[in-house]
């Protein structure tokens, strides 16, 4: 079936900002979805941003990462913000002091992990003691919605988990690894205090969101989510569906996802999911992919798939292997999937993550359903032919993403030329000649070309605002320590920035009221 759409996906002409939420201002040791988010919906609408972009918002598991979710359907418990809880008296001002002697410039993960949710121990008991009759009344309607489809199957891998010591599913009791009836029930009856923790924790996040996500739309910034291709193993949802992976039994992956050698690594790149089963998913019409898809859109304005590729073909390696080298692509579920997502949800608003090792192939496969793609500037201003004009209207425009080096890292290391003096010095040359700007302000110009160029959308990271150098770099892709921990803090969101950017989005008829 034929599925056409058009630009409309994306808000005309329109800039936007990527910064994680766990990044955002505040004194509890990480960015929270209540008042530092709020704030932050604020700044943007005074910089004339319409688009706020953030990485996936579930649990992180391995590496702290938000691409190995514990869960693509619960919200990560230590966004919750601590300043509401105060306020609805589920928590005391001085309960979370703790929490502010954490770094205010970086998220310290393994410290701030134990003292969140020790604190949020303490806001659901009161919350059970405590809570208004509308509070409770809401809280039974949101198990009541949820329940069946994620939230109990969510708490009660939680609740395992703990019970194991942390250990990933399939190195739990065998009962439990295969969710044997019996040892389900008892946990039931055994962990029901466990098993409500979680899901009061939930319900605190799903409502502060709910205020975030209307905040937004009245201040008209479309909030931009982000959506893994693959899921991590440890996680909810394989535990509870493995039959839609390509796992045995006793959870065991028989190969895991991955790229070859690219533009980030020679090794390529071995994430370690595992890969999908799409036969087996096609037999219900992909139901499962539809109802993560359905739950994203109703939290995010627009959703990006990330590795769209996925869909077309996917690098699978062997379960065992130590590198990325030894995989080989297989075909993906292409135009099936995609025909199930758009009868489910005619205008769902995606944007496809096409970057990398793109076929003509993935290529016709999103323009056939008229998918925005991307653009990162960092990828195309050093190639020789390189043309602002030649950047399509139906994409969205990057300086970098959240995997790229920052802009003034970037150029500072050689705009990404391998090694030899000579590229170095040829592509800087470019870089400049392209942006028509200076070393010194090479941050803000290519900002300034992204907003210039025809895209629909033009998203740039907070840190290339601030002109900010490699060390606040996000994430850099085969590395697995000390990744996702950049902050901002409040005192460089200066009113000179909002006045500079508001003025480039205004100049470059990007502005709100454009």
Not at 195 to 215: E, G, N, P, S, V
């Amino acid at each position: 079936m034929q599925h056409s759409r058009d630009v409309s996906a994306l808000p005309g002409r329109k800039a936007g900002v990527c910064m994680h939420l766990t990044s955002l201002p505040g004194d509890h040791g990480i960015g929270e979805i209540g008042e530092s988010a709020l704030r932050f919906v604020d700044l943007l609408a005074s910089m004339n941003m319409s688009v706020w972009q953030f990485l996936p918002t579930g649990p992180t598991g391995y590496a702290d990462s938000p691409y190995q979710e514990f869960s693509t359907y619960a919200g990560n418990e230590l966004l919750i913000d601590c300043n509401d809880l105060i306020g609805r008296g589920f928590l005391s001002p001085d309960a979370v002091t703790p929490l502010k002697r954490l770094p205010l410039r970086s998220v310290a993960f393994g410290k701030l992990t134990p003292i969140k949710h020790a604190f949020l121990r303490r806001a659901t008991a009161a919350f059970e003691t405590r809570a208004d009759a509308v509070s409770k009344a809401e809280f039974d309607e949101f198990v009541e919605e949820n329940d069946e489809t994620w939230l109990h199957h969510y708490a009660l891998f939680r609740t395992l988990k703990d019970r194991h010591d942390g250990k990933p599913w399939p190195e739990w009791q065998q009962d439990f690894v295969r969710r044997r009836r019996a040892a389900i029930s008892r946990l039931e009856n055994s962990a029901r205090s466990e098993i409500r923790y979680w899901k009061i924790c939930q319900f605190f996040f799903a409502r502060q969101w709910k205020t975030l996500r209307r905040h937004a739309s009245d201040n008209r910034v479309r909030l931009f989510g982000d959506m893994p291709m693959y899921i991590a193993l440890d996680s909810a949802d394989a535990w509870t569906n493995p039959e839609i992976l390509c796992i045995d039994r006793a959870g065991k992956a028989r190969y895991v996802a991955g790229v070859p050698p690219d533009y980030f690594s020679r090794s390529g790149q071995l994430w370690g999911n595992p890969v999908y089963d799409w036969s087996r998913q096609a037999e219900d019409g992909f139901a499962w992919w539809i109802a993560r898809l359905r739950h994203a859109v109703s939290r995010f304005d627009i959703v990006r798939i990330d590795h769209f590729r996925g869909f077309d073909s996917y690098w699978a390696v062997p379960a065992r292997s130590r590198s990325a080298k030894r995989g080989r692509w297989r075909t993906g579920p292409r135009h099936a999937v995609l025909d199930a997502f758009y009868d489910a949800m005619p205008g769902a608003p995606i944007v496809a993550e096409d970057l990398g090792m793109v076929t003509p192939q993935v290529e016709a496969l999103r323009k056939h359903y008229g998918i925005p793609g991307m653009k990162v500037l960092q990828f195309e201003v050093t190639e020789k032919d390189f043309d602002i004009g030649d950047i399509p209207e139906h994409c969205v425009c990057y300086t970098g993403t959240h995997d790229n080096d920052t802009t003034r890292g970037w150029f500072d290391a050689g705009c990404g030329a391998r090694d030899r003096k000579q590229e170095i010095r040829n592509a800087k040359k470019r870089v400049l000649a392209a942006t028509g700007g200076t070393a010194r302000t090479i941050a803000i110009d290519l900002v300034r070309l992204a907003f210039q160029s025809k895209a629909r959308l033009a998203v740039v990271p907070m840190q290339d605002l601030l002109g900010l150098g490699t060390w606040a770099r996000l994430n850099t892709p085969g590395r697995r320590d000390n990744n996702w921990r950049w902050r901002v803090s409040a005192k460089q969101l200066t009113t000179k920035l909002r006045d500079i950017v508001s003025k480039l989005a205004e100049t470059t008829e990007r502005g709100r009221d454009a």
